[in-house]
């Protein structure tokens, strides 16, 4: 393994007679700023001339922010929304995607105390309806709106309420910039405590319409500090990013953007994405830039490591400086990661350490994190310093609460979401299930049990644990998919809608699933009948989120024909029956 600065495996239990267990840390949190900002005065200060931001112009070459040159126009947009009468009441709204403008944006606001928050492009961009950009316009009340390219998102913005709202792009955001900042500028900065709202993230609504989560400047820098307490090499040497993850999300905007701008390193923006079609992009950037650290979700290292195979110099670059690989927001199969291993010892002699944890847009987003011990498929570690985990039985299950300074406040505009999603104690409910790995032997951590609100009783009263299942079928699958919808909610039995990947032959997912159901042990871990959807989920049905991920109860909502036929006395032949007396077998 390549030798790397880990924090190791460290806790303290405290088991109350209720039955609940209080876990922390017994490393303290070190002392962190009051407002993000101030670490771009002071690398701007330190090191002026580091780049700090990089994005490809349209010759290619990279265009490059130092941090001077960053903190300089940041504080002159500021200065622009000063003398705008921009604020926390009159806020602005980021329409499109990351980009050196909308990070100038942002600093400006946040160095000048004005509220932001940065929304998907999909909601303007992948729908031909309006409705999810419309609910948030209404919710958020923007004064200024912030489009890379008006002419893209002119059919977006002509459904909007434009009255009294000024709208910038890339070409006119010089027009903020053109004024030198005066002493209104840092008698703002000086202003902003942390409790001062940063952003609202309002999330990509997986179960829901999307909640506008409150971001303030104590979230942000104390998770930072959180970060480097357990990812120590962060605080050796500046940080390498290339980085797609969208800023309208934690992962990429508080978590990725943060460690940048946090430990004075540098972030190149990838214009790639994990799909077909935009994965070449990326491959293209990683075989230039070298990063030091690599964050990404499962698909994004599925996609890198087919790549891998047949690009030697994407393998030399990508492992010569690598010092930690990182996957969130979804469990990672264990075929990826053993054969991603095998690419590292081919290239480079040396496994690069695996790290995962388990986090919320709530909390920043790092809660728990996995050591220098290494992770494994499924387990997400310990709380970080600074970071109360509670664990509170829920049933069957063991939910995941937690309290510290990087936990949400509450939720934009909405007192009895607020009020519902703390408990007594003031730990929030991340509706996440967890159990120890190793009862014995608390120190291994925890796993992954799922999400509560996903789990559901057939109607034997049999509760079926969504979350495993649909990961256990995931990993079984492979490639061969994209993701399950699992049925059965007040039914006899489990079904699923199967997304297939692409170019798969149904046949292939037939036999899969037909292997599969040899393995189940009981009504609640056997698909007996399954469907290969032909109509992808969209984010315009509500059934998929910006980020890819489906929302499950949206896909039962919307697709309820298609579950009538899983359940029919006789199913019609494009429904796959993997058990005698429920239709022919395959």
Not at 202 to 214: L, Y
Not at 326 to 343: I, K, N, P, R, T
Not at 350 to 368: D, F, Q, R, V, Y
Not at 417 to 445: C, H, I, W
């Amino acid at each position: 393994m390549r030798a790397v600065r880990v924090s190791g495996a460290a806790a303290v239990f405290e088991d109350r007679p209720d039955g609940t267990i209080l876990v922390r840390s017994p490393r303290a949190l070190p002392a962190y700023p009051e407002k993000i900002t101030e670490r771009l005065d002071h690398w701007a200060t330190v090191t002026p001339e580091r780049t700090f931001l990089a994005r490809r112009g349209a010759d290619g070459e990279w265009i490059r922010l130092s941090y001077a040159e960053t903190r300089r126009r940041a504080r002159a947009i500021a200065q622009a929304l000063i003398d705008r009468g921009l604020s926390y009441d009159r806020p602005v709204a980021i329409l499109s995607g990351n980009s050196l403008e909308h990070a100038l944006l942002a600093l400006g606001a946040m160095y000048a105390g004005v509220l932001y928050t940065p929304l998907a492009p999909a909601y303007s961009l992948a729908v031909q309806q309006f409705d999810t950009l419309r609910y948030l316009w209404e919710s958020f009340r923007p004064a200024l709106v912030f489009a890379d390219d008006r002419r893209r998102f002119e059919r977006a913005l002509n459904a909007m309420p434009l009255d009294g709202v000024e709208v910038v792009d890339s070409e006119s955001i010089g027009d903020l910039e053109r004024l030198e900042p005066t002493a209104a500028v840092d008698a703002a900065h000086a202003r902003v405590t942390p409790d001062t709202v940063a952003k609202i993230l309002f999330t990509s609504g997986s179960t829901g319409r999307p909640k506008g989560v409150i971001t303030t400047q104590r979230m942000l820098c104390a998770n930072q500090e959180m970060i480097r307490a357990g990812m120590q090499f962060l605080g050796d040497e500046p940080p390498v990013l290339c980085d797609w993850l969208p800023w309208n999300h934690t992962f990429g905007g508080s978590h990725n953007f943060g460690i940048a701008l946090y430990n004075g390193g540098s972030l190149y923006i990838d214009d790639g994405r994990p799909t077909e079609a935009g994965f070449e992009e990326t491959a293209r950037n990683l075989r230039e830039i070298a990063a030091s650290a690599y964050f990404n979700v499962p698909k994004g290292f599925e996609m890198l490591v087919q790549r891998m195979r047949g690009d030697e110099a994407l393998r030399r670059t990508f492992f010569s400086k690598v010092q930690v690989l990182f996957y969130a927001a979804a469990g990672l199969s264990q075929h990826v990661w053993d054969e991603l291993q095998e690419l590292a010892v081919a290239t480079c002699g040396e496994k690069i350490l695996m790290m995962t944890g388990l986090g919320a847009t709530e909390s920043a987003p790092a809660a728990l994190f996995t050591g220098i011990e290494g992770a494994a498929s499924g387990l997400i570690g310990l709380p970080l310093p600074g970071v109360e985990l509670k664990l509170a039985p829920a049933g069957d299950k063991v939910e995941a609460r937690l309290r510290g300074p990087s936990i949400t406040p509450g939720f934009w505009r909405d007192e009895r979401l607020t009020q519902s999603s703390f408990d007594e104690e003031g730990f929030y409910r991340m509706n996440d299930a967890v159990r120890f790995a190793d009862p014995k032997d608390r120190l291994r951590g925890f796993r992954f049990d799922g999400r509560l609100n996903e789990d559901f009783k057939l109607s034997t009263g049999t509760w079926v644990s969504a979350g495993p299942l649909r990961m256990k079928l995931l990993a079984h699958f492979g490639a061969l998919v994209q993701d399950v919808v699992l049925v059965g909610p007040d039914r006899d039995y489990l079904t699923a809608m199967i997304v297939p990947g692409a170019g798969v032959p149904a046949g292939e997912i037939r036999t899969a699933l037909q292997v599969l159901a040899l393995s189940g042990t009981g009504s609640s871990t056997q698909v007996r009948r399954a469907v290969i959807l032909t109509e992808p989920p969209t984010i315009e049905a509500g059934e998929m989120t910006d980020k890819g991920s489906l929302n499950q109860r949206a896909m039962r909502e919307k697709r309820s024909a298609i579950i009538d036929t899983l359940y029919a006395d006789v199913p019609p032949p494009n429904v796959i029956c993997v058990r005698e007396g429920f239709g022919a077998m395959l």
